[in-house]
C-alpha cells in the first residue's frame, strides 16, 4: 500500500494515550478550576533544522493533551537568533508536524509579537526592575559568578530607569554595535539559581531576520520571549523538556513583573534519547555538512524525513511515542522498542513480496524447458482483503544463498545435500548435486521437485520443516536495495572521553547497497513510497526519491523481528 500522508491528520487518537503524571498535573488544575477549565499547548521548535524523534514526543505529548482534553495546541516558531534560523527549516517542520498526522489550531512565530514582548521590556525598565547594562558577554558572566562562586553586581546595576529607558531606546534605533549593551533583569545578582542572576533579557544583534527583515537589531532571549509568547498566546500548559526546569524560577517572575494576560504554568518531562544514534540538531547539522549522511533525509538519521524516507509510519511514530510514556526522570529508550514500532504496523499493512538478496541458481531437473506455472501466493496474511497474486514457477529459480549449506549444522531445517525444503507457496525440492565454479564456489544446485507436495502438503505424510523463499530465475527483475544498520556503533555516541570526537563511533557498515537482488516480477511495479515485507527478509520501502516507473529502488526499513542468523546462533531453527 502507498502512504497517504495527510490522510491521518486528525485521527492520531486511534488509542488511547497511556497515564502520565502530566496529566495528574492538568486533572489536578481543572478540578481547582484554574484557566477557566481551558487547556492550550503549544509546540515551540526553533527553526533552525529539521524535527527529529526527540521533538515527535514533545509534538505527540502537545497535540495529544490539547486532543485528550478537548483543547487546542498552537504550533509556534521560536524564532528570537536570526542567523540561525531560515525559511527552508519552518517549511519542514510544518510539513513533519503534519506527516506525523497533527494539525494547529493556530500558527505563531515568536517575530509576530516582537513589537509586545518590546514593550513589555520598557515596562520593566520603567517599573525598576530591569536595565541596560554596558558590560560585553565576557564580563556579564563574569560577574555572575557561577554555582560555588558569588557574583557581584554590575557597575550599571543602579542606573535609573530614565537612563535605562533612553539607553534601551537608542540600542532599538540602532545606535550602538553588536554586544555593546543588554538589557538585564534585575533580580538577584546571588541566587543560588544562576537564571536569576540578572539575565539578560535582551541583545544587541544586525541581523536580518527571515521574516522581520532588518526591522530589529535588538533581539529578545529565549527566557523572556519564551513565557511572554505563551501568556500572548493564552497557553495554559507550557510543556518542555527537563533542562528547563532551572528557568522556571525565571518564567515566573517573568509573568509577576510584566502586565500579561495570562498566566501559564510550565511543566518539564524528560527527553527522548534513543540509543545508537544523537538528537540533537546541532550534531545532525555537523552529520549534514561533512558528508556523513546523504542530507537531512538520509534514511539512517534520526530526523523525520529521515525515518519517513526510510519507510516509518506517522502510525508507528504515534504507537512508539505513546508507548514510551512520559516521565521526569532521563532515561535511554532501547532503538529496539522503536523498531518493534514500526514491525508491528507494517505487519498489518505490508504487502508480502518475494526477493531474493544473494542469488543462487537453482535448476529443476525434473521440470520441462519453458514450463511456466502461475501459483497463488497470498499478499498479506493479516489482512484477507489484500487478495492474492500469482508467483511464476519455472525450470529455473534463485534461493538465498545463506538458505544452502554443504555441510549443515545440526537443526538446520534449510536446502543441504539431499534434503528436502519447501518452496514457500510451491513445491518441495530435493538437492541432488551441486555445481562450482573453477575456484570452487558453488555455481547453482540441482533439484527436482516432488509435484504431489503442492498446496502444502506432501502426500505420504513425511514432515517437511524447512521453508525457503524463492524467485522464478527467468522472470525475475534485478533492483537495487540498500540495507540500512544503525548509524553509531556505540550504544551512545554521546559518550565519549574528553577530546574524543563523537563521530568516531561511526558505524562503517550502516549502509550496504545491493545491486543485484532478484525480485518477483509484480515488483518491477512497485509505486513510490509503497511498503512491502520482503518474506523472511525484512521490511522494505519504495524510495520516493530515487525510483523511477519501472525502475524501484528499495530501502529495508526494518529487519524482521528474529533475523534468521540470531535464530541460528542460538540454535533453535
Ligand atoms: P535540539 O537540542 O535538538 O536542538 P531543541 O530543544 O533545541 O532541540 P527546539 O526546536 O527548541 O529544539 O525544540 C522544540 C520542542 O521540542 C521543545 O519544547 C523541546 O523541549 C522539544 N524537544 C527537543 N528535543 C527533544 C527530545 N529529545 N525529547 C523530547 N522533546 C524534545
Ligand atoms: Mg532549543
Given at each position: 500500500?502507498?502512504?497517504?500522508?495527510?490522510?491521518?491528520?486528525?485521527?492520531?487518537?486511534?488509542?488511547?494515550?497511556?497515564?502520565?503524571?502530566?496529566?495528574?498535573?492538568?486533572?489536578?488544575?481543572?478540578?481547582?478550576g484554574k484557566h477557566g477549565g481551558r487547556v492550550q499547548t503549544r509546540f515551540p521548535p526553533e527553526p533552525n533544522g529539521y524535527?527529529?524523534?526527540?521533538?515527535?514526543?514533545?509534538?505527540?505529548?502537545?497535540?495529544?493533551?490539547?486532543?485528550?482534553?478537548?483543547?487546542?495546541?498552537?504550533?509556534?516558531?521560536?524564532?528570537?537568533?536570526?542567523?540561525?534560523?531560515?525559511?527552508?527549516?519552518?517549511?519542514?517542520?510544518?510539513?513533519?508536524?503534519?506527516?506525523?498526522?497533527?494539525?494547529?489550531?493556530?500558527?505563531?512565530?515568536?517575530?509576530?509579537?516582537?513589537?509586545?514582548?518590546?514593550?513589555?521590556?520598557?515596562?520593566?525598565?520603567?517599573?525598576?526592575?530591569?536595565?541596560?547594562?554596558?558590560?560585553?558577554?565576557?564580563?556579564?558572566?563574569?560577574?555572575?559568578?557561577?554555582?560555588?562562586?558569588?557574583?557581584?553586581?554590575?557597575?550599571?546595576?543602579?542606573?535609573?530607569?530614565?537612563?535605562?529607558?533612553?539607553?534601551?531606546?537608542?540600542?532599538?534605533?540602532?545606535?550602538?554595535?553588536?554586544?555593546?549593551?543588554?538589557?538585564?533583569?534585575?533580580?538577584?545578582?546571588?541566587?543560588?539559581?544562576?537564571?536569576?542572576?540578572?539575565?539578560?533579557?535582551?541583545?544587541?544583534?544586525?541581523?536580518?531576520?527571515?521574516?522581520?527583515?532588518?526591522?530589529?537589531?535588538?533581539?529578545?532571549?529565549?527566557?523572556?520571549?519564551?513565557?511572554?509568547?505563551?501568556?500572548?498566546?493564552?497557553?495554559?500548559?507550557?510543556?518542555?523538556?527537563?533542562?528547563?526546569?532551572?528557568?522556571?524560577?525565571?518564567?515566573?517572575?517573568?509573568?509577576?513583573?510584566?502586565?500579561?494576560?495570562?498566566?501559564?504554568?510550565?511543566?518539564?518531562?524528560?527527553?527522548?534519547?534513543?540509543?545508537?544514534?544523537?538528537?540533537?540538531?546541532?550534531?545532525?547539522?555537523?552529520?549534514?555538512?561533512?558528508?556523513?549522511?546523504?542530507?537531512?533525509?538520509?534514511?539512517?538519521?534520526?530526523?523525520?524525513?529521515?525515518?519517513?524516507?526510510?519507510?516509518?509510519?506517522p502510525e508507528a511514530m504515534r504507537a512508539f511515542c505513546d508507548q514510551i510514556g512520559v516521565a521526569r526522570f532521563n532515561s535511554?529508550?532501547?532503538?529496539?522498542?522503536?523498531?518493534?514500532?514500526?514491525?508491528?504496523?507494517?505487519?498489518?499493512?505490508?504487502?508480502?513480496?518475494?526477493?531474493?538478496?544473494?542469488?543462487?541458481?537453482?535448476?529443476?531437473?525434473?521440470?520441462?524447458?519453458?514450463?511456466?506455472?502461475?501459483?497463488?501466493?497470498?499478499?498479506?496474511?493479516?489482512?484477507?482483503?489484500?487478495?492474492?497474486?500469482?508467483?511464476?514457477?519455472?525450470?529455473?529459480?534463485?534461493?538465498?544463498?545463506?538458505?544452502?549449506?554443504?555441510?549443515?549444522?545440526?537443526?538446520?531445517?534449510?536446502?543441504?545435500?539431499?534434503?528436502?525444503?519447501?518452496?514457500?507457496?510451491?513445491?518441495?525440492?530435493?538437492?541432488?548435486?551441486?555445481?562450482?565454479?573453477?575456484?570452487?564456489?558453488?555455481?547453482?544446485?540441482?533439484?527436482?521437485?516432488?509435484?504431489?507436495?503442492?498446496?502444502?502438503?506432501?502426500?505420504?505424510?513425511?514432515?517437511?520443516?524447512?521453508?525457503?523463499?524463492?524467485?522464478?530465475?527467468?522472470?525475475?527483475?534485478?533492483?537495487?536495495?540498500?540495507?540500512?544498520?544503525?548509524?553509531?556503533?556505540?550504544?551512545?555516541p554521546d559518550d565519549v572521553p574528553e577530546g574524543v570526537d563523537w563521530k568516531s563511533n561511526l558505524n562503517p557498515g550502516s549502509?550496504?547497497?545491493?545491486?543485484?537482488?532478484?525480485?518477483?516480477?509484480?515488483?518491477?511495479?512497485?509505486?513510490?513510497?509503497?511498503?512491502?515485507?520482503?518474506?523472511?527478509?525484512?521490511?522494505?520501502?519504495?524510495?520516493?526519491?530515487?525510483?523511477?516507473?519501472?525502475?524501484?529502488?528499495?530501502?529495508?526499513?526494518?529487519?524482521?523481528?528474529?533475523?534468521?542468523?540470531?535464530?541460528?546462533?542460538?540454535?533453535?531453527?
Amino acid at each position: 500500500m502507498t502512504d497517504t500522508p495527510h490522510a491521518s491528520a486528525g485521527a492520531a487518537a486511534e488509542r488511547p494515550a497511556h497515564h502520565h503524571f502530566i496529566h495528574d498535573e492538568i486533572d489536578a488544575d481543572l478540578a481547582q478550576g484554574k484557566h477557566g477549565g481551558r487547556v492550550q499547548t503549544r509546540f515551540p521548535p526553533e527553526p533552525n533544522g529539521y524535527l527529529h524523534l526527540g521533538h515527535a514526543k514533545a509534538i505527540c505529548l502537545n497535540f495529544g493533551l490539547a486532543r485528550k482534553y478537548g483543547g487546542k495546541c498552537n504550533l509556534r516558531f521560536d524564532d528570537t537568533t536570526p542567523t540561525k534560523e531560515n525559511q527552508e527549516y519552518v517549511d519542514s517542520i510544518q510539513e513533519d508536524v503534519r506527516w506525523l498526522g497533527f494539525e494547529w489550531d493556530a500558527l505563531f512565530f515568536a517575530s509576530d509579537f516582537f513589537e509586545e514582548l518590546y514593550q513589555y521590556a520598557e515596562h520593566l525598565i520603567r517599573t525598576g526592575v530591569a536595565y541596560v547594562c554596558d558590560l560585553n558577554a565576557d564580563q556579564v558572566a563574569e560577574y555572575r559568578g557561577s554555582l560555588d562562586k558569588p557574583g557581584r553586581p554590575s557597575p550599571y546595576r543602579e542606573r535609573s530607569p530614565e537612563e535605562s529607558l533612553a539607553l534601551f531606546r537608542r540600542m532599538r534605533a540602532g545606535e550602538f554595535p553588536d554586544g555593546a549593551r543588554t538589557l538585564r533583569a534585575k533580580i538577584d545578582i546571588n541566587s543560588p539559581n544562576p537564571n536569576l542572576r540578572d539575565p539578560v533579557l535582551y541583545r544587541i544583534m544586525h541581523a536580518h531576520h527571515h521574516r522581520t527583515g532588518d526591522k530589529w537589531c535588538i533581539y529578545p532571549m529565549y527566557d523572556f520571549a519564551h513565557g511572554q509568547c505563551d501568556a500572548l498566546e493564552a497557553i495554559t500548559h507550557s510543556i518542555c523538556t527537563l533542562e528547563f526546569e532551572i528557568h522556571r524560577p525565571l518564567y515566573k517572575w517573568l509573568l509577576q513583573h510584566l502586565p500579561v494576560p495570562h498566566h501559564p504554568r510550565q511543566i518539564e518531562f524528560a527527553r527522548l534519547n534513543v540509543t545508537y544514534t544523537v538528537l540533537s540538531k546541532r550534531k545532525l547539522l555537523e552529520l549534514v555538512q561533512t558528508g556523513i549522511v546523504s542530507g537531512w533525509d538520509d534514511p539512517r538519521m534520526p530526523t523525520l524525513r529521515g525515518i519517513r524516507r526510510r519507510g516509518y509510519t506517522p502510525e508507528a511514530m504515534r504507537a512508539f511515542c505513546d508507548q514510551i510514556g512520559v516521565a521526569r526522570f532521563n532515561s535511554t529508550v532501547d532503538r529496539v522498542v522503536l523498531e518493534n514500532a514500526i514491525r508491528d504496523d507494517l505487519n498489518k499493512r505490508a504487502l508480502r513480496a518475494m526477493a531474493v538478496l544473494d542469488p543462487l541458481l537453482v535448476t529443476i531437473e525434473n521440470l520441462p524447458e519453458g514450463h511456466v506455472e502461475w501459483i497463488d501466493a497470498v499478499n498479506n496474511p493479516e489482512d484477507p482483503a489484500s487478495g492474492t497474486r500469482k508467483l511464476p514457477f519455472t525450470k529455473r529459480i534463485f534461493i538465498d544463498r545463506d538458505d544452502f549449506r554443504e555441510d549443515p549444522p545440526k537443526k538446520y531445517f534449510r536446502l543441504s545435500p539431499g534434503k528436502e525444503v519447501r518452496l514457500r507457496y510451491a513445491y518441495c525440492i530435493t538437492c541432488k548435486e551441486v555445481k562450482r565454479d573453477a575456484e570452487g564456489r558453488i555455481t547453482e544446485l540441482v533439484c527436482v521437485y516432488d509435484p504431489a507436495t503442492a498446496n502444502g502438503t506432501t502426500g505420504d505424510g513425511r514432515k517437511v520443516k524447512g521453508i525457503v523463499h524463492w524467485v522464478s530465475a527467468d522472470q525475475a527483475f534485478e533492483a537495487k536495495l540498500r540495507l540500512y544498520d544503525h548509524l553509531f556503533s556505540a550504544e551512545f555516541p554521546d559518550d565519549v572521553p574528553e577530546g574524543v570526537d563523537w563521530k568516531s563511533n561511526l558505524n562503517p557498515g550502516s549502509l550496504v547497497t545491493l545491486e543485484h537482488a532478484k525480485l518477483e516480477p509484480s515488483l518491477r511495479n512497485a509505486p513510490s513510497g509503497a511498503h512491502y515485507q520482503f518474506e523472511r527478509v525484512g521490511y522494505f520501502y519504495v524510495d520516493p526519491k530515487d525510483s523511477h516507473p519501472g525502475a524501484p529502488v528499495f530501502h529495508r526499513t526494518v529487519t524482521l523481528r528474529d533475523s534468521w542468523a540470531k535464530i541460528e546462533k542460538r540454535g533453535e531453527e
